[in-house]
């Protein structure tokens, strides 16, 4: 068990080395050695604790940035549209009777043959509508 007992934030990063020596208990004749590096890392809270504080000072930065915006630009007249645009409406409709239509090879069918899709057609269709 090897315990790093000094730690500080200070420490981070910094890469250490360990050697391992295996030696029968009779001789002092090394019969193998292995090096091993280990880097100190912070715990997973002081890791959240960091992301939190600076996502905190992006927020701060972000917000006096806008307020100044605000007041330097002139206000905006838009008007607010309320819910989904015409186009897509349009294309979820489209999608929508593509997928009623038959497939090919369905024979017992009222519709005419060149408006029966394909599977692919309609895999197409099935992926634009969701």
């Not at 997928?99 to 269709?125: C, D, I, R």
Request: with cysteine.
């Amino acid at each position: 068990v090897i315990r790093h007992r000094d730690v500080r934030a200070s420490y981070y990063g910094v890469m250490d080395k360990f050697r391992l020596q295996v030696s029968e208990q009779s001789q002092r004749k090394a019969l193998g050695k292995k090096e091993i590096i280990a880097t100190l890392l912070p715990s997973a809270k002081e890791q959240q604790q960091q992301k939190e504080e600076e996502e905190k000072r992006i927020k701060e930065h972000l917000t006096e940035s806008v307020f100044f915006e605000q007041t330097l630009c002139q206000p905006e007249n838009r008007t607010a549209s309320s819910g989904p645009s015409l186009l897509t409406v349009f294309l979820g409709i489209v999608c929508i009777a593509a997928l009623m239509l038959p497939t090919l090879g369905e024979m017992e069918s009222l519709v005419p043959l060149y408006l029966h899709l394909s599977v692919n057609q309609k895999l197409v269709a099935a992926y634009v509508l969701g």
